[in-house]
């Protein structure tokens, strides 16, 4: 795939939604931490479900530390891996606390010294509450830049670099959001609408679905 292609197609998905977020919901570059911790093996609908009954409660490190991690669970129950990600979140909360005057750090290797925080969510958390132009590859954005052409690697570190390398400057800020939101919705992975997608013509995926 060349540059022109590639900066035909986030021009259309630019078009198609000038302005993309998270679907998780949150207030505060706290909010999106934990959500985002929340988030991982689960939906955004479900983790807002929880932290719509949470937050009202408890949404600064101290507050949810105070609940513990048994009164954390009664909270994220509904949520997959609900016991891990209580233990995980109290301890974030501790670190950010004893460490970062409660505030959420905005560098990598801080978030990534966060139990429960791998690069995909440092990424998520430096480019949605910080602006900075990450790319965080979970399974949809691994599977659009692989199947359209625009970015393939054989994991998701390899797409990541190759996305941060290919994608035009002026998209990057918000390709990620773009490229995930694409994946959820139109190239999906059992049977992808392609007669529905905007970039159907640019895409280089050879077993297209056009029906």
């Known amino acids: 795939m060349n540059k022109d292609k590639r900066r035909e197609i986030f021009a259309r998905l630019k078009a198609e939604n000038p302005n993309p977020t998270t679907e998780l919901e949150y207030g505060s570059a706290f909010e999106l931490l934990i959500a985002v911790i929340l988030s991982a093996q689960s939906t955004d609908v479900g983790v807002n ?5 949470l937050y009202p409660v408890a949404n600064t490190p101290e507050a949810i530390y105070t609940l513990g991690v048994e009164g954390l669970k009664e909270y994220i129950k509904t949520i997959g ?4 990600k209580a233990e995980n979140v ?16 905005e560098t990598r290797e801080a978030l990534e010294a966060l139990p429960g925080v791998g690069r995909k969510t440092a990424n998520v958390v430096l480019n949605t509450a910080f602006r900075q132009p990450t790319m965080a590859v979970d399974t949809h954005i691994f599977r659009v830049s ?43 992975a059992r049977k992808p609408k392609c007669a529905a997608c905007v970039i159907e013509d640019l895409c280089e995926f050879k077993q297209k679905v056009i029906d």
Not at 49 to 53: C, Q
Not at 91 to 102: F, R, T
Not at 152 to 175: C, F, Q, T
């Open 49 to 53: 479900k929880a932290t719509r009954k």
């Open 81 to 84: 891996l609900y016991n891990a």
């Open 90 to 105: 109290i301890k974030a909360c501790k670190i950010l606390i004893d460490q970062h005057n409660s505030q959420v750090p």
């Open 146 to 188: 692989n199947r359209t052409g625009i970015a393939p690697g054989k994991n998701v570190l390899e797409v990541e670099k190759k996305l941060l390398k290919h994608v035009p400057k002026d998209y990057l800020m918000d390709a990620h959001h773009w490229l995930i939101l694409h994946g959820r919705y139109i190239c999906t």
